[in-house]
């Protein structure tokens, strides 16, 4: 009886690797096949719309670091009357400028949506060109904005 049971386990043990090789020589084949040039060029102008965005992100935490600061010197400055209004307004200014920043980040990852199940070439292509735009415009956005709020806060 236990010859029986060892005989078993080496039979299943058997037909279990052979399963597992075949579904894994299936996957090399399935990752093999070309993908057409469309696809590829879709994906390729898809990972620079994401590269912007990856360099844009983690800028975020900066900038409301900077507004944080703005806004403790807006609010000393105005509760214990050690600004000038020109100062205090500076400082508003700054902080709007931050917040229109942080928005147009968040509003543009609200929007953005990968184009996988679209078929038409052109029109994907199309989409991802603009927005690699919008996103270019935000970064340099949140750029201007931080460089402005340091120079607020360096004055």
């Given at each position: 009886?236990?010859?029986?049971?060892?005989?078993?386990?080496?039979?299943?043990?058997?037909?279990?690797?052979?399963?597992?090789?075949?579904?894994?020589?299936?996957?090399?084949?399935?990752?093999?096949?070309?993908?057409?040039?469309?696809?590829?060029?879709?994906?390729?102008?898809?990972?620079?719309?994401?590269?912007?965005?990856?360099?844009?992100?983690?800028?975020?935490?900066?900038?409301?670091?900077?507004?944080?600061?703005?806004?403790?010197?807006?609010?000393?400055?105005?509760?214990?009357?050690?600004?000038?209004?020109?100062?205090?307004?500076?400082?508003?200014?700054?902080?709007?400028?931050?917040?229109?920043?942080?928005?147009?980040?968040?509003?543009?990852?609200?929007?953005?949506?990968?184009?996988?199940?679209?078929t038409?070439?052109?029109?994907?292509?199309?989409?991802?060109?603009?927005?690699?735009?919008?996103?270019?415009?935000v970064?340099?956005?949140?750029?201007?904005?931080?460089?402005?709020?340091?120079?607020t806060?360096?004055?």
């Open positions: 009886m236990k010859k029986i049971q060892i005989i078993v386990f080496i039979l299943l043990s058997v037909i279990a690797c052979k399963k597992g090789k075949f579904t894994e020589n299936r996957d090399i084949e399935i990752e093999n096949k070309e993908v057409p040039p469309e696809k590829r060029a879709e994906k390729d102008l898809y990972d620079e719309v994401m590269d912007v965005h990856d360099e844009a992100m983690p800028k975020m935490d900066r900038l409301m670091k900077l507004k944080g600061q703005l806004q403790e010197k807006y609010d000393i400055g105005k509760d214990q009357e050690k600004a000038t209004e020109n100062d205090l307004e500076k400082y508003h200014e700054a902080i709007k400028k931050l917040e229109k920043a942080d928005e147009a980040m968040m509003e543009w990852m609200h929007k953005f949506e990968p184009q996988e199940d679209n038409d070439h052109d029109k994907v292509m199309e989409y991802y060109q603009d927005q690699k735009e919008s996103i270019i415009k970064n340099e956005q949140m750029e201007e904005a931080m460089k402005n709020a340091e120079a806060l360096n004055q």
